[in-house]
């Protein structure tokens, strides 16, 4: 299976080529296979090293540590704050729902345009190039659900605060007569 994406070595051809067998030239290219591997992964066991130095500057500690939302730190001070927040969020999820789906349509063209496996019937890699564009077009259908639920999250709100929304006039306290013998 990794023979095929290993290219020809010098001299050889993919098919096997003047007088060698397929199946020597398949142990031939697993060797060089074998002899990549070992030494692309000599070096990647040494693990990375960051150092981050904190100097507690007096200006810095209070501004490195505030949140950062794409849609604004949420207040829900009032009730147009929980609309304007629940329009902000379907906007921005219906944005991003276009340029997924989009995206899974470009990604899927150009992966059923790619060079095919030697073994692969062009039938095989639209086949491939379908399952892979598939994850994104879940991902922009997870972006309209988003949206969805964020206008269904402001329905509920009006239902279930509607007397919050729309304060009931003030009553009069209920005249009451003491009760006399």
Request: charged share 20%; net charge positive; hydrophobic share 40%.
């Amino acid at each position: 299976m990794a023979a095929r994406n290993v290219p020809p070595q010098q001299g050889q051809s993919r098919g096997g080529g003047r007088g060698q067998s397929a199946h020597a030239n398949k142990f031939a290219n697993a060797g060089a296979v074998a002899g990549g591997f070992v030494g692309a992964m000599g070096g990647s066991f040494v693990p990375p090293i960051n150092l981050t130095v904190n100097t507690g500057g007096r200006g810095q500690a209070g501004a490195s540590r505030t949140p950062h939302f794409i849609l604004g730190e949420p207040t829900f001070g009032s009730t147009e704050d929980v609309r304007n927040y629940c329009n902000q969020v379907r906007a921005l999820m219906i944005q991003c729902a276009i340029e997924l789906a989009m995206g899974a349509k470009i990604l899927e063209a150009r992966l059923a345009q790619a060079q095919p496996l030697p073994d692969d019937t062009p039938i095989q890699a639209r086949l491939r190039a379908m399952k892979v564009g598939r994850k994104l077009k879940r991902a922009a259908d997870g972006a309209t659900a988003a949206a969805k639920n964020a206008v269904a999250a402001y329905a509920i709100f009006q239902r279930e605060y509607a007397d919050l929304m729309r304060p009931r006039p003030k009553q009069r306290p209920a005249q009451t007569t003491p009760f006399q013998f």
